[in-house]
């Protein structure tokens, strides 16, 4: 869900002396990015509000200010990265499919090569997360909501691309962006764990098939060419 550069603490350190709701802004992003951090690492029973605290270099008695409990900080975790993300893919989806002068899937099947690399925080904090929310209903009905958001986002940029396209009839958009969406972090894990099992250009592939816009096979039969009479 979230990558490791959405909770890159760099953006909330100060290049100017703040005001009060800045400074209380700057700290709560501080402490998310070391939350980041320290749940990838040791898992939600493993981690520490008074190791997440020091990390953000502040107090335990600061962090309380702003989190009830160890489970409040988790879930806006899961909230604000995964609503990040959400915002991320979609900008970068929209400029996929805007761009005249590229493929739209080569583009997506590069996002699958690039998400199979491994990351040291996403990975762990997608698995955290995903623990957490098959044993709590509450939570589970929170990757609903973030689903249904991205699944929003992408919908009418697929829609336009299946109408651009002239897709055949068969499969709804709202179909369609549900396989993209699958496909793409789907076939990402599937690369990481059996590397040679999906190609660079696979998704690429599998969409152009999907979106009617595959090539067409040469002919089996040559045309003939001959503009001579025919002899019978």
Same mark, same amino acid.
């Given at each position: 869900?979230?990558?490791?550069?959405?909770?890159?603490?760099?953006? %909330?350190?100060? @290049?100017? /002396?703040?005001?009060?709701?800045?400074?209380?802004?700057?700290?709560?992003? +501080?402490?998310?990015?070391?939350?980041? @951090?320290? #749940?990838?690492?040791?898992?939600?029973?493993?981690?520490?509000?008074?190791?997440?605290?020091?990390?953000?270099?502040?107090?335990?008695?600061?962090?309380?200010?702003? #989190?009830?409990?160890? &489970?409040?900080? %988790?879930?806006?975790?899961?909230?604000?990265?995964?609503?990040?993300?959400?915002?991320?893919?979609?900008?970068?989806?929209?400029?996929? !499919?805007?761009?005249?002068?590229?493929?739209?899937?080569?583009?997506?099947?590069?996002?699958?090569?690039?998400?199979?690399?491994?990351?040291?925080?996403? &990975? =762990?904090?997608?698995?955290? !997360?995903?623990?957490?929310? $098959? @044993?709590?209903?509450?939570?589970?009905?929170?990757?609903?909501?973030? +689903?249904?958001?991205?699944?929003?986002? *992408?919908?009418?940029?697929?829609? *336009?691309?299946?109408?651009?396209?002239?897709?055949? =009839?068969?499969?709804?958009? &709202?179909?369609?962006?549900? $396989?993209?969406?699958?496909?793409?972090?789907?076939? *990402?894990?599937?690369?990481?764990?059996?590397?040679?099992?999906?190609?660079?250009?696979?998704?690429?592939?599998?969409? @152009? /098939?999907? !979106?009617?816009?595959? =090539?067409?096979? =040469?002919?089996?039969?040559?045309?003939?060419?001959?503009?001579?009479?025919?002899?019978?």
């Amino acid at each position: 869900m979230s990558d490791s550069s959405d909770f890159d603490d760099s953006e %909330f350190r100060p @290049r100017r /002396r703040l005001t009060q709701a800045e400074t209380k802004a700057q700290t709560h992003g +501080l402490l998310l990015a070391a939350a980041a @951090r320290v #749940f990838a690492q040791k898992g939600f029973a493993g981690a520490s509000l008074e190791e997440i605290a020091e990390l953000a270099g502040y107090t335990t008695g600061a962090l309380y200010h702003h #989190f009830a409990n160890k &489970e409040q900080l %988790f879930l806006e975790l899961l909230q604000t990265g995964w609503s990040r993300q959400n915002a991320t893919f979609t900008e970068a989806m929209s400029k996929m !499919f805007e761009d005249k002068t590229a493929d739209p899937f080569d583009a997506l099947s590069r996002t699958v090569v690039e998400r199979s690399e491994p990351d040291r925080t996403r &990975e =762990p904090l997608e698995g955290e !997360f995903w623990q957490y929310a $098959i @044993r709590n209903p509450d939570t589970m009905a929170i990757f609903a909501d973030k +689903l249904r958001e991205q699944h929003d986002g *992408a919908k009418p940029i697929i829609e *336009a691309a299946m109408q651009r396209d002239r897709t055949p =009839p068969g499969i709804t958009p &709202e179909e369609m962006t549900t $396989i993209v969406l699958v496909l793409v972090p789907g076939l *990402a894990r599937f690369r990481r764990i059996y590397p040679h099992s999906v190609p660079d250009d696979l998704l690429a592939r599998a969409l @152009r /098939r999907l !979106f009617g816009t595959e =090539p067409k096979p =040469p002919s089996s039969h040559p045309a003939d060419t001959h503009t001579g009479p025919r002899v019978s």
